[in-house]
């Protein structure tokens, strides 16, 4: 690894990060306005309690940082806030659509998932003073990540939606099990690969330019490829199978350096594919939806992407504005079709906005895991980072006919507050880490004494 | 380990490259596609937001928007009901537009027509909210009523043309359907009523006029005639011609009777007037023979068959078979065989040699405004389609035509005091059901301002030629008569 050369006090860039957030939250002020001035030509009663939450929600994260985490990323919390404000503003304005006000609208509950998430934030930046004593629940995060993926399938509590079965029910509350099983996964990846990356990446013979890993070596990503067939199989979801095969082998790929896993994951994948698509009628209509949404029978069966790919063309280059457009036309509008949502009334010179923060969040997650001295921190911000540019990747390409409509939702902007709450703490694992990125090497080791044998410094030394 | 995270970055870059591209797709370059996609609810609730032109017949809304407080702003309501709904079609929320004047002049009515670009960018800076174009049609009120009355409840259809000009005067189809229900915003509502008239047996959706084929039968005749006299085979009204009981067809077993089994004159022959009074089919079948088929096509082709015409409605193009062979060719000639036609078509035969031998293109739509009244398209230029037969030729027609009025089997269309011109016909189409009256007129014959064309579907009474005469030919008279004012 090569040596960056820092400054001896590097600049913490904590006013850099209360002006910008000061910036997302007056962005997403204005928009909510916007919503109310097109709708009802009137600036919305609830302007001021909503102005000061998100101001407070926002500042003590802020605030928090500023005392635990001072070297953190200063990009990372404004453009989570501005997504999530964003988010918001839509669900606000197809709570107005519906007519649904006040405490009984989706926007109330999202404001108040949005509070629980940055409390939850605060405390894993509180409570979590360095991001490697995650590496002793390595195996705790590997059984939590697995139980709570195969959760929806326990009868009694697993909860249908859409054909796919992602979703658990808890008296009253019902949640994606899913979205913190990405945490846990994560953890346990980055934990497992750093110990074993050394034997995964040295042993194996070569074949046409590539080194193919030994048959007993293979053990890891078939139990991963299991995995992701049972969730493909029983909860017949492709999102989430193509989301935890996917950041499985984007890690062990990051760990070992080895381009043949790639390869051999995604013949794995192929395969389980091909065999979900012969086997399930419930995938082959979704491959005839994202082939032909426009059939007079596709639409039919579903106009869910129709609907959404006409929001966006309404919307085209400009938009309708918000709070002008017809985003209720679309079901699912203000979860698994917000991107859509939002396209059609800021335009696509918005939805390129909206792309464009997502960028910059994953960004500041790849040059965290860049600058992190640590193997496992390397691994899991990049894993962290991956999850969320996949799972983007998986719900908006799947909302855009890239790839065929999947049942995940899209980071910190679709409704439910179990994704919100997970990817919020993803933010703060990331805050934490680049906390530890930035942060000038201190005189002397303090409290946690690092592995040795991780440390950055030892170079695998390739045999072949 | 820092090479693999860079290397996972492009990974990632790369797929939200594509994103940009995929929304740059869908946003900008294929948006106006999705946005034309008939399906597309936004385009059909933007259409709804703006308010829709009128459509008036005689100074009276038959179709027109008006403003109600629920998603679609602007509700359309055809006040009279049934009697212009094949005209008007409908314009459903649930359904669509996909008949009539609703579906043919949709650019107009919605306002999205080139020619009112003009308009949209003025009502742009000034702030006022664009409407659509409406639409004065031809039709004359008293017309359609007399029309729609005399049809009654018998399925058939009725034109009326101004001969002068090709204007439509009348244009009813039975069964009608009343088109309110099916532009509701109860959806409920509207999608019952448009299963039962997508299901409907007898096709009330059908505009008969223009979009229903049917054998011509003897009206066909004239046509037959009006070659005859062009291609020299006879000369005038007067030239003998054969009319034996039972004409002999070439090549084939079958002969070509008369329906009452009679020679149509002493010594098996007859005038040419006279054959048209009596609808004498050995006559014509044996003029069929001499002409051969693609001199009658060729004919029938100068009055308007095969051609597309749109009024703006397209008219399904009517036909005379092409190759046709000695025994086809005298079928032909008294309209059965594979001769098929639109009674618009038929009323442009009787418009046609009304007017000298030149059949003007019909059209429906008199003027378009603006919604503020100013004339955007004023009352079109007459256009001549064809010069289908000499005004020699359509003299004599007429002359033969008045004949069969006065003194032949269309006596019921007599009008005192004027003088009319018709012919009547009988069509077999189904062995077992009655064949359809056929009526063809135009009036005055001296001085024509209106001609008109009736069938009645199952009308007519086999073997006879009573049903064009009894049924299709008083309601083709009392269509006259509104038009004249008598």
């Not at chain 1, 309690?49 to 005392?67: K, N, S």
């Not at chain 1, 939850?120 to 490697?132: N, Y």
């Not at chain 1, 194996?204 to 193919?212: C, I, Q, S």
């Not at chain 1, 106009?303 to 966006?312: D, H, K, V």
Request: net charge neutral.
């Amino acid at each position: 690894m090569t040596t960056t050369v820092e400054p001896l006090n590097p600049p913490t860039r904590r006013g850099l990060e209360l002006a910008l957030l000061l910036g997302a939250i007056a962005i997403v002020l204005i928009a909510w306005i916007t919503v109310d001035l097109n709708r009802n030509g009137t600036v919305p009663a609830n302007i001021v309690p909503v102005a000061g939450g998100l101001f407070v929600l926002a500042l003590a994260v802020h605030v928090v940082l500023r005392w635990r985490a001072a070297y953190a990323d200063p990009l990372l919390l404004p453009v989570t806030t501005a997504l999530n404000g964003l988010g918001l503003v839509m669900i606000h304005r197809l709570d107005l659509a519906k007519g649904q006000l006040g405490t009984d609208g989706d926007a109330y509950r999202q404001i108040v998932w949005t509070a629980i998430a940055v409390a939850m934030s605060v405390a894993v930046i509180i409570l979590l003073r360095d991001h490697r004593l995650l590496r002793r629940f390595t195996y705790v995060s590997m059984a939590v990540g697995f139980i709570l993926l195969l959760l929806p399938l326990v009868p009694g509590i697993g909860l249908s939606v859409n054909g796919s079965q992602i979703w658990i029910k808890l008296g009253p509350l019902s949640f994606q099990p899913g979205e913190f099983a990405k945490i846990a996964l994560a953890i346990f990846f980055a934990g497992y690969l750093v110990q074993t990356r050394d034997v995964l990446s040295l042993a194996g013979r070569k074949v046409l330019g590539f080194t193919f890993p030994r048959g007993r070596d293979l053990g890891p990503i078939l139990v991963a490829w299991v995995l992701a067939l049972l969730i493909l199989v029983f909860e017949k979801d492709l999102g989430s199978a193509l989301l935890f095969f996917g950041l499985f082998v984007a890690m062990l790929y990051v760990a070992t350096e080895r381009v043949s896993w790639i390869a051999i994951g995604m013949l794995l994948f192929s395969v389980a594919v091909v065999f979900a698509l012969s086997a399930f009628t419930h995938f082959q209509k979704r491959v005839d939806l994202w082939l032909d949404p426009f059939s007079a029978a596709n639409l039919e069966r579903s106009n869910q992407l129709a609907n959404g790919l006409w929001g966006m063309a309404a919307g085209g280059l400009t938009g309708t504005g918000l709070g002008a457009g017809r985003p209720w036309l679309t079901s699912f509008a203000e979860s698994d079709f917000i991107y859509p949502s939002l396209a059609e009334e800021l335009g696509l010179y918005g939805s390129i906005a909206i792309l464009l923060l997502y960028l910059l969040f994953c960004e500041r997650g790849v040059r965290t895991a860049l600058g992190v001295r640590d193997g496992f921190g390397k691994l899991l911000a990049v894993g962290l980072t991956f999850s969320v540019a996949f799972q983007l990747f998986i719900v908006i390409g799947g909302v855009t006919r890239v790839i065929p409509l999947t049942g995940l939702t899209t980071p910190f902007m679709s409704l439910g507050g179990s994704a919100l709450l997970a990817n919020w703490i993803i933010m703060s694992l990331l805050l934490r880490i680049s906390d530890q990125a930035r942060r000038p090497l201190p005189d002397a080791p303090v409290g946690i004494v690092d592995d040795p044998a991780e440390a950055e410094p030892t170079q695998v030394v390739r045999l072949s | 380990m820092n090479t693999p995270i860079r290397r996972l970055s492009v990974v990632m870059a790369a797929l939200f490259t594509t994103l940009l591209v995929s929304t740059t797709l869908i946003q900008f370059v294929q948006a106006k596609t999705l946005d034309a996609m008939p399906a597309n609810k936004r385009t059909i609730l933007d259409n709804y937001a703006r308010e829709r032109g009128s459509i008036i017949v005689g100074g009276q809304a038959v179709a027109k928007s008006v403003p109600v407080e629920d998603q679609y702003q602007f509700l359309r309501t055809y006040p009279q009901g049934k009697l212009y709904s094949q005209v008007t079609g409908f314009y459903s929320y649930a359904v669509g537009a996909p008949y009539g004047l609703e579906h043919a002049s949709d650019d107009l009515l919605s306002g999205n027509s080139d020619t009112l670009f003009v308009r949209r960018v003025t009502d742009l800076i000034t702030g006022r909210k664009t409407a659509g174009a409406t639409l004065d049609l031809t039709i004359n009120v008293k017309a359609q009523k007399a029309a729609d009355q005399g049809l009654g409840k018998s399925r058939g259809a009725v034109v009326a043309l101004d001969p002068r000009t090709g204007a439509i005067l009348a244009m009813v189809s039975h069964p009608q359907f009343d088109p309110n229900p099916i532009s509701s915003h109860d959806l409920a509502t509207a999608s019952k009523a448009w299963e039962a008239l997508a299901s409907d047996p007898n096709k009330a959706f059908l505009n008969r006029s223009i979009n229903e084929l049917y054998p011509p039968g003897s009206t066909f005749k004239v046509v037959t005639a009006a070659a005859a006299l062009e291609e020299g085979v006879v000369t005038d009204e007067n030239s003998v011609v054969p009319g034996p009981a039972v004409l002999d067809l070439p090549l084939t077993d079958t002969n070509l009777p008369n329906e009452n089994r009679q020679p149509c004159g002493p010594g098996d022959k007859t005038t040419l007037i006279h054959a048209l009074e009596i609808s004498c089919n050995t006559a014509f079948g044996s003029l069929g023979l001499q002409l051969g088929g693609e001199k009658l096509r060729a004919q029938a082709a100068k009055f308007g068959f095969g051609d597309v015409i749109q009024i703006p409605m397209r008219v399904t193009p009517s036909s005379v078979p092409a190759d046709l062979n000695a025994p086809q060719a005298a079928q032909s000639a008294i309209g059965q065989y594979e001769v098929k036609t639109t009674p618009l078509q038929m009323a442009m035969v009787a418009a046609g040699i009304a007017n000298q031998g030149r059949v003007m293109t019909p059209y429906l739509i008199d003027q378009v405004r603006s919604a503020n009244l100013d004339v955007i398209q004023s009352t079109p230029e007459p256009v001549e389609l064809s010069q289908a037969v000499s005004p020699q030729t359509a003299d004599i027609l007429t002359k033969m035509m008045v004949s069969v009025v006065d003194n032949g089997s269309g006596a019921r269309a007599q009008i005192p005091g004027v003088k009319v011109a018709g012919k009547t016909g009988t069509a077999q189409h189904d062995l077992g059901k009655p064949p359809h009256a056929w009526f063809i007129s135009f009036a005055p014959a001296d001085n024509p301002q209106v001609a008109v064309a009736v069938v009645v579907e199952d009308g007519g009474v086999t073997g006879s030629e009573v049903g064009g005469g009894r049924i299709a030919a008083p309601i083709a008279r009392e269509v006259m008569k509104a038009v004249l004012g008598k």
